[in-house]
């Protein structure tokens, strides 16, 4: 989903990328699976890159809770793999991280001075990513990233299940108002991702949109924009979807970019332009508005 948006951000700014996926293979894109310290090794050692970026995560919530295990191996085993060769290749590694490192009770943006505290296997998984990084690796910029907004066909959050229900006819939609977090989007974050790497100031970084937005709220934006009045929005809370969304959330996921503010590097745009700009490219033929 990421990777969809960071790609074309990075070979126009004249970078040479090596590009691999686990599922997603074509022409320009390499199978490669971050479980496999062999495969990242060869296909570091045959392209002698100069950074590696690691965009790779189990990211669903409820697969992680389910299989504890597995949420290891994706997001700690592949992490520590991608080290050991960036150590032996003597490169920088990038990171996405997540909000969800945190425990959700800090009233006010959470900021990268802020302690985690996860409190699901996901978040958990994905903060001892952050912690072989920071003990193992000099030169890393490890970049937690907010609820992401992107991709298009391949989009399966949020936003594109909203989506799904408005063209599957639905009448009412519900969505939760008890949780709360800063949505991303995924090319904004791919334009400022790219001038961050190509400084020397590594370390721990928050990029999200600008603002703060409950389900509720992106989901009544998203309906304001399509001009769907014809489509009930009822609130809820997160019992309501306890059933299919059974691993624990945090009630606060919001972070502020307090880092790139102070380099003066916080070029993300308000979550809400970011929405409009994100519909208006790549569903305005699916939707009048």
């Known amino acids: 989903m990421l990777g969809t948006s960071l790609l074309p951000v990075l070979k126009e700014n004249d970078h040479t990328v090596l590009a691999s996926d686990i599922r997603f293979i074509s022409q320009d894109m390499n199978k490669l699976d971050v479980r496999n310290l062999d495969e990242i090794r060869d296909a570091a050692q045959q392209s002698q890159p100069e950074m590696l970026l690691h965009l790779a995560a189990e990211t669903d919530l409820e697969v992680c809770e389910s299989n504890v295990d597995y949420a290891y191996r994706e997001n700690f085993l592949g992490t520590q793999n991608a080290c050991v060769v960036c150590?032996?290749?003597?490169?920088?590694?990038?990171?996405?991280?997540?909000?969800?490192?945190?425990?959700?009770?800090?009233?006010?943006?959470?900021?990268?001075?802020?302690?985690?505290?996860?409190?699901?296997?996901?978040?958990?998984?994905?903060?001892?990513?952050?912690?072989?990084?920071?003990?193992?690796?000099?030169?890393?910029?490890?970049?937690?990233?907010?609820?992401?907004?992107?991709?298009?066909?391949?989009?399966?959050?949020?936003?594109?299940?909203?989506?799904?229900?408005?063209?599957?006819?639905?009448?009412?939609?519900?969505?939760?108002?008890?949780?709360?977090?800063?949505?991303?989007?995924?090319?904004a974050f791919s334009v400022v991702l790219e001038k961050l790497i190509k400084t020397k100031f590594y370390g721990t970084?928050?990029?999200?949109?600008?603002?703060?937005?409950?389900?509720?709220?992106?989901?009544?934006?998203?309906?304001?924009?399509?001009?769907?009045?014809?489509?009930?929005?009822?609130?809820?809370?997160?019992?309501?979807?306890?059933?299919?969304?059974?691993?624990?959330?945090?009630?606060?996921?919001?972070?502020?970019?307090?880092v790139l503010e102070l380099r003066s590097m916080n070029d993300m745009p308000e979550w809400k332009d970011a929405l409009a700009a994100y519909l208006k490219r790549h569903f305005a033929d699916r939707f009048s508005t």
């Open 205 to 258: 970084y928050h990029l999200a949109c600008k603002g703060r937005a409950s389900r509720y709220d992106v989901a009544a934006e998203i309906l304001r924009i399509l001009d769907r009045r014809d489509v009930q929005l009822k609130p809820v809370t997160s019992d309501f979807f306890k059933k299919d969304y059974f691993a624990p959330r945090p009630r606060s996921e919001e972070m502020r970019n307090y």
């Open 87 to 187: 150590r032996e290749l003597h490169i920088p590694l990038v990171y996405v991280s997540t909000a969800g490192v945190f425990d959700g009770n800090k009233t006010e943006p959470y900021t990268e001075f802020d302690e985690p505290n996860p409190i699901n296997v996901y978040g958990a998984s994905k903060f001892q990513g952050e912690q072989i990084i920071r003990q193992t690796m000099q030169d890393h910029f490890i970049v937690r990233a907010g609820w992401m907004i992107g991709g298009g066909e391949r989009d399966r959050k949020f936003v594109s299940k909203i989506l799904a229900q408005l063209e599957g006819g639905a009448g009412t939609i519900h969505a939760v108002t008890d949780r709360l977090g800063t949505p991303t989007y995924a090319p």
